[in-house]
């Protein structure tokens, strides 16, 4: 593993259904966040993460939820998915220096 | 409300240089972000202002006027791979990133 590790890359789900969006960094750095991608917006805070133990709410975090167990994983779920959640989801996390973001290679969403 | 601005798409020529602005109003301010995203991959830093002037590095230079909440990316010697989205983002007083739109820029040969 060499940076951040997203999965799946895709999925299709049907709405109600649960999924987790798997997110996992080899860097050690203390602070990551999940956001969301739409076509015309920027990218959407929806949960961050400043150490493990710790979460707190983004720009938009109705119906999703995240935990920290240890530094490494931060997942993001959608307790019952719904087509306004269909987006492309990147996971982040930052170094302490400047701020400056390392992204994962996203998770294209679609609910349907 | 906070707001980023920049400009939705743009047109280059290869070999040209572009000029990408961005304009933000925040609440507070601690430092501005550039960022390239190719279509389809995540995006990838390019530079970080947080004092006024100009930042240079290689073909890629970036400037910050604070006092007028004002940013531009500079692009010289464009080529094809500089065709991409480029997403200017601001840490607010909270230190969290207000994100633009992002600017897609074309690249004509």
């Known amino acids: 593993i060499a940076g951040i590790t997203q999965a799946p890359t895709s999925q299709i789900l049907a709405a109600g259904r649960r999924m987790t969006l798997r997110c996992t960094q080899d860097m050690r750095h203390n602070a990551m966040y999940w956001y969301r991608q739409d076509l015309g917006l920027g990218l959407r805070l929806i949960h961050y993460s400043n150490t493990a133990g710790t979460t707190g709410k983004g720009e938009v975090p109705d119906g999703y939820s995240v935990s920290r167990a240890n530094t490494d994983d931060f997942p993001l779920t959608l307790a019952s998915a719904v087509p306004s959640q269909t987006s492309v989801y990147f996971c982040a996390s930052s170094d302490g220096a400047t701020g400056e973001l390392f992204f994962g290679e996203g998770s294209r969403l679609t609910v349907l | 409300g906070q707001n980023i601005d920049q400009p939705t798409e743009m047109t280059a020529t290869e070999g040209a240089i572009v000029q990408i602005n961005c304009t933000y109003q925040?609440?507070?301010?601690?430092?501005l972000f550039w960022y390239q995203q190719h279509a389809g991959e995540a995006p990838t830093f390019l530079s970080y202002n947080v004092l006024d002037g100009l930042e240079e590095k290689g073909r890629f230079s970036s400037f910050l006027s604070r006092s007028k909440g004002y940013s531009y990316l500079l692009l010289k010697e464009l080529q094809m791979k500089d065709s991409a989205s480029y997403l200017c983002?601001?840490?607010?007083?909270?230190?969290?990133?207000?994100w633009g739109a992002g600017t897609k820029l074309i690249i004509k040969p």
């Open positions: 983002a601001v840490k607010d007083s909270n230190y969290q990133l207000i």
């Open positions: 925040t609440s507070g301010f601690n430092g």
